[in-house]
């Protein structure tokens, strides 16, 4: 099988500014199977914030999710 899947932009709030990343939702069935957030995205964030990449990734994850 292969799942569907399409990136989209989450925007992540970190210490009172707000960033965008992106993530690839993938879906089966048109049910959420895996969030991932782009690495450059991540990567470009977490150098502007001081914060490690993989702490904005999980955020950007987690907000992708919780929509």
Request: zero cysteines.
């Amino acid at each position: 099988w292969v799942a569907d899947r399409e990136i989209e932009s989450v925007t992540v709030e970190i210490a009172g500014s707000e960033f965008e990343v992106g993530v690839k939702l993938a879906t089966v069935d048109g049910n959420p199977y895996d969030v991932s957030a782009e690495l450059d995205d991540a990567l470009a964030v977490a150098r502007e914030t001081d914060r490690p990449v993989r702490a904005v990734m999980r955020q950007a994850e987690t907000a992708a999710r919780d929509r």
